[in-house]
Structures are given as C-alpha cells and as structure tokens.
T-cell receptor
Framework: NAGVTQTPKFQVLKTGQSMTLQCAQD?????MYWYRQDPGMGLRLIYY???????DKGEVPNGYNVSRLNKREFSLRLESAAPSQTSVYFC?????????????FGPGTRLTVL | AQSVAQPEDQVNVAEGNPLTVKCTYS??????LFWYVQYPNRGLQFLLK????DNLVKGSYGFEAEFNKSQTSFHLKKPSALVSDSALYFC????????????WGAGTKLIIKP
C-alpha cells in the first residue's frame, strides 16, 4: 500500500515550457486535491476532484489544468510555466467528499521555473 | 475574509517540557478544525481533528488540542516534548459554508532542543 505517490520529485523548467505532474493513490479514495506550498504561506488549493471526470477550481487555479481520468489518478498540467509557479506541489486524497475527511498527502514535487 | 492565524513562526522548547503551538481562526459558523505535521522533505501527515463533541481532542504521537469557541482557538499541545517532534505544524479550518476547501495557516516551525 503505497498511499499517494507523485512524480517527478524535482523538476526545473524554463519559462514557457509545459509539463504534467502525476499523482496516483491506491486507497480507493473518492476525492483528490492539488495544492501548492510557498514559503511563509499555508497550502493553497489549486484544484479539487470529487470523482472521475469532475473537477472544481480552488483558490489559485490560473495557469493550471487538471485531469481526473480515473479514480486513482489526478494530474496537474502547466501549459506555459512562469517563474511565479515555482513552488512545491502536493497531491492529496480523502475517502469521502471533503468535509470532515482526513487528507493523505503525497511526498511533493519541487518545481523551479527559470 | 475568513482566515487562520498561527501567530508564531517558530517555537523553541526543551526536550521533556510541555509544548503549545497556537492557532486562532476567523470563519463563519462552527468550523471543522485540523492539525497536520510536515517533516523535512515530506508530505503533510494528519495529527488530529475537531468535528463536534468533546472540546479536547487527542491525536497521534501524544498530541492533543483544545477547541475554544469563545476564543476561536484550537491550540496544539503535548505534555512532554521529544526531539523527534521537531517539524512544521499546520492548522487548517473548514468553514461550514465550504464543501471541501480548507483554509490553512502559514505553519509554525517547532524546534525541540535536547
């Protein structure tokens, strides 16, 4: 039982390049989340997905797209990376549909945009 | 605007002494409250949560937190600190008018000195 896995662990991009961050969970959870973590700030929600094929914008969705192709996987895509997107990105999952559920986090992806 | 405050960027405690990490919030209604911990280069891990009922909540690793409605606080406590408790601690709040989005504090770095 690996929990929540994320790839890659580290990535360096040049401004304007694109990339996809992958996330998968093996806990049969319904909800999945993408967050970014910046120094001195709490986590900020980028996107949320309650089920396959459904996504909702979070606090900071601009510049990102997501895809929930199946129950296990939730990917985050940067179409044209900008230095402001330099951050640590965390994927999380929870059993139910938000609310009172405990969230389980992946190890994170550290992204630098030059 | 709804918010969560962790007023101390860093808390230093000697091993064996009691520790407190503070969290106050400003949200509408009766919120759900969470504490998570982040060890270096790792994802966040759930510690405890308050949903309803007894104001004193016990969680993982000997931690507990007390919900104080009148002071809108949810401070994290432990009677006797361990060096291994050194980490970054985040308080999070789910307002009643939100289905899934948490409001996160900026985090408090806890340093336990031998």
């Amino acid at each position: 039982n690996a929990g929540v896995t994320q790839t890659p662990k580290f990535q360096v991009l040049k401004t304007g390049q694109s990339m996809t961050l992958q996330c998968a969970q093996d806990m049969n959870h319904n909800s999945m989340y993408w967050y970014r973590q910046d120094p001195g700030m709490g986590l900020r929600l980028i996107y949320y997905s309650a089920s396959e094929g459904t996504t909702d914008k979070g606090e900071v969705p601009n510049g990102y797209n997501v895809s929930r192709l199946n129950k296990r996987e939730f990917s985050l895509r940067l179409e044209s990376a900008a230095p402001s997107q330099t951050s640590v990105y965390f994927c999380a999952s929870s059993e139910g549909y938000g609310g009172t559920d405990t969230q389980y986090f992946g190890p994170g992806t550290r992204l630098t945009v030059l | 605007a709804q918010s969560v405050a962790q007023p101390e960027d860093q808390v230093n405690v000697a091993e064996g002494n009691p520790l407190t990490v503070k969290c106050t919030y400003s949200v509408s209604g009766n919120p759900y409250l969470f504490w998570y911990v982040q060890y270096p280069n790792r994802g966040l891990q759930f510690l405890l949560k308050y949903i309803t009922g007894d104001n004193l909540v016990k969680g993982s690793y000997g931690f507990e937190a007390e919900f104080n409605k009148s002071q809108t606080s949810f401070h994290l406590k432990k009677p006797s600190a361990l060096v291994s408790d050194s980490a970054l601690y985040f308080c999070a709040v789910r307002p009643m008018d939100s289905n899934y989005q948490l409001i996160w504090g900026a985090g408090t770095k806890l340093i336990i000195k031998p």
